[in-house]
């Protein structure tokens, strides 16, 4: 019985999108660590492909940058729950791209992430905030930290599979980011079966309460409705953080 209690509460859905960042960021992590060295191998085999690691994170992280203006909309469009799914699939389709590499494809579907991590990030923002009040968002943003953070399963997976050659197979490969794959999908379902919320995540509160929680949320203002205002300053810290990973990335190609 506490089980099911458990399982139809707010802190049940903030495990789950704990979870399903944590998985779907072992697997992005996992591929962004080693993409450099699998194209490296693949293009010693197949000198036709033009696609390099380090411009690829290049084109996410700007794109990342610059689509965080334009999140927020797609957000009150669809809602923080389909916006988690639809932009979770981008971070699939990363992984996939590994499976057969086409140099255009490659860096089409790095630029798509870009504008899909915008759209999650903020959605996840959003979601918290709605599921939280005064006195609970503090307990909720460290759980979904502490399981977002722990993110790092995939690189013990590939330190495995590659066994530390640097020269790495076709067959392994394929079988990483197959596992990858998978691995982001089951992240892909848990936001596709998140339950939608209605509202802030208190149910009806008094304008010193609303008040409250939009300051302990980081500014985020939650409304009686199906649509939430977000902080500029969150934009502001996503592009600091997006640029430095994009310039990082580009200068590191000439290194």
Known sequence: MECLEFLGSKRFRVVLVGFSFFCLFTAFNTAAGVEET????FQSEYPSFKGSGYISLSLLYITFAFSNWFAPPVICLFGPKWSLFLSSLTYTLFAASFLY???WVF???SILIGFGAAVLWTSQGAYLAMDSDSHSISVNSAIFWAMYQSANLGGLIATVL???NEDITN???TELFAILVG???MANMCFLFLPKLQGGGSGKRSPQERMQDRD???GASVEEHDYVLLPTTD????NEYAMRDAFGSFFSYFV
């Open 38 to 41: 699998v194209i490296d191998s």
């Open 101 to 103: 590499l086409v140099t």
């Open 107 to 109: 860096y089409t579907v």
């Open 162 to 164: 590659f066994n530390g």
């Open 171 to 173: 067959s392994q490969r």
């Open 183 to 185: 691995v982001s999908i």
């Open 216 to 218: 302990l949320a980081e």
């Open 235 to 238: 934009a502001v810290v996503s």
